[in-house]
């Protein structure tokens, strides 16, 4: 009983001894012996052993936080609206996630109402916790995973290098490449891990900037191919605003609309947002997208008569 006595007391005694250093207290060792009633020795080595992972540095005998790290009393406002924005981001992550989200927060802000909202349509990812933990394991320390992957048409066991977690409009998936070494994008729900194994794998340059570049989860490892689109200026200021992707350039802008140009690896990147954006969006070129989307309209059409 005693030991688990001695832990709790030493934990509490850390957490508050970290707590005053991020408000940016500077701590004398002679003066917490006296303060926490143990010895000298003993909060030596609370900073050495117990809290060496922290930034925190000794000076003119005192413990003190590195500058970066300290939290201010009294957070601006900027700090306050951006603490505000990602609790409720995290609203629409589900309730674990929101939960732990606002008892990290409430530790650096000194108010429970926010005045924000967001809608963020994202799915509840809650019970996949420990998995994402597993993941983003393997994936820091570049290890090949075994997972068992339900796709459209069946269910199979099978060797993947994982290697970012990625959210594409609302839905979790897990990019890594099969044992083909093709770039793939994995529903995480319908991964279940089954182990982590001790083979490690290597990432090439260009599979990152094929995922910095992607559009959406149709994305494949082909050459890239420029879409020029015609927006209808009625709606031109979100696409300034919200750009479809970092290859978007602006080619031409007047009083009637806005002409932008969009590297994509697949046209299924390309015609979802051409149907969510009508009648105020045309395909210059590639003209199969444009006709794509015309059949599609046109078929639409027909069965909603």
């Known amino acids: 009983m005693g030991m688990q006595h001695d832990y709790d007391k030493i934990l509490t005694r ?3 001894i970290l707590s005053r250093l991020y408000q940016a207290e500077q701590l004398k060792p002679s003066d917490l012996a006296k303060e926490f009633n143990v010895s000298e ?3 030596q080595r609370d900073f050495k052993d117990r809290l060496m992972n922290f930034p925190i540095y000794y000076e003119n005998k005192h413990w ?3 500058k970066d790290f300290k939290i201010e009393k009294n957070i601006s406002v900027e700090d306050a609206i951006t603490l505000d924005i990602l609790e409720n981001l995290s609203m629409n992550l589900g309730d674990k996630f929101h939960s732990r989200t606002s008892a990290i927060l409430r530790k650096l802000k000194n108010r429970q109402y926010s005045p924000i909202f967001t809608k963020l349509n994202m799915e509840d990812i809650s019970n996949e916790f420990e998995s994402m933990i597993s993941f983003e394991d393997a994936i820091t320390q570049k290890y090949q995973i075994e997972v068992k992957y339900i796709s459209r048409y069946k269910e199979e066991v099978i060797v993947i290098n994982p290697i970012k977690i990625v959210n594409f409009e609302g839905l979790w998936y897990l990019i890594a490449t099969d044992s083909n070494n093709i770039l793939k994008s994995y ?3 319908n991964i279940t891990l089954l182990n982590k194994l001790d ?3 290597e990432i090439s340059k ?7 570049n992607a559009i959406s989860v149709w994305f494949t490892e082909d050459e ?3 879409v020029i689109l015609e927006i209808d200026n009625y709606v031109a200021k979100y696409f300034k605003s919200k750009p479809i992707s970092n290859t978007q350039k602006i080619l031409k802008e007047d009083e009637q609309k806005l002409t932008i140009s969009v590297m994509a690896t697949n046209d299924m990147e390309i015609i979802p947002i051409v149907k969510s954006w009508m009648p105020f969006i045309k395909v210059i070129s590639p003209s199969r997208i444009h006709e794509s989307v015309r059949e599609e309209a046109m078929k639409f059409l027909k069965y909603n008569n």
């Open 206 to 212: 260009k599979v990152e900037s094929i995922l910095n």
């Open 199 to 201: 083979t490690k794998f």
């Open 187 to 189: 529903y995480i729900k």
């Open 224 to 226: 890239p191919f420029e």
């Open 64 to 66: 003190k936080m590195q």
């Open 41 to 43: 020795r003993t909060i």
């Open 14 to 16: 850390l957490t508050v």
